[in-house]
């Protein structure tokens, strides 16, 4: 079931090649992302602190997280995003598509 907000999150895409898609997500507060399923695992890092509410179809959860914070998900788990702060927060989420070439895709410093 997916949250009844009218105002929709921002996707920012900022590279999609065949190992990775990085997308930044800004949203306004009560804003959504609509309800998904990724196709990929990935992990999302909080640019500003806030709470996520996240509503998996059964369950809806308040997460609080601090800006610079990371947390992980596998694929496939169906879901929906809302901005349960007061004010606008913004992640970075980066879907892993192919774990095993992550590494020989970029060269050391």
Request: hydrophobic fraction near 40%; charged fraction near 25%; glycine fraction near 6%.
């Amino acid at each position: 079931m997916a949250f009844q907000s009218t105002t929709l999150a921002v996707p920012n895409l900022q590279r999609d090649d065949d190992v990775l898609r990085i997308t930044r997500w800004d949203f306004a507060p009560d804003a959504v992302t609509g309800w998904h399923e990724h196709e990929y695992p990935y992990f999302i890092t909080m640019m500003v602190a806030g709470t996520l509410r996240i509503d998996d179809g059964q369950t809806q959860k308040d997460v609080q997280l601090f800006a610079g914070e990371a947390y992980v998900r596998e694929a496939g788990v169906k879901h929906d995003v809302q901005n349960a702060s007061p004010h606008a927060i913004s992640f970075v989420e980066i879907e892993i598509k192919r774990p095993a070439q992550l590494f020989g895709k970029f060269a050391a410093p």
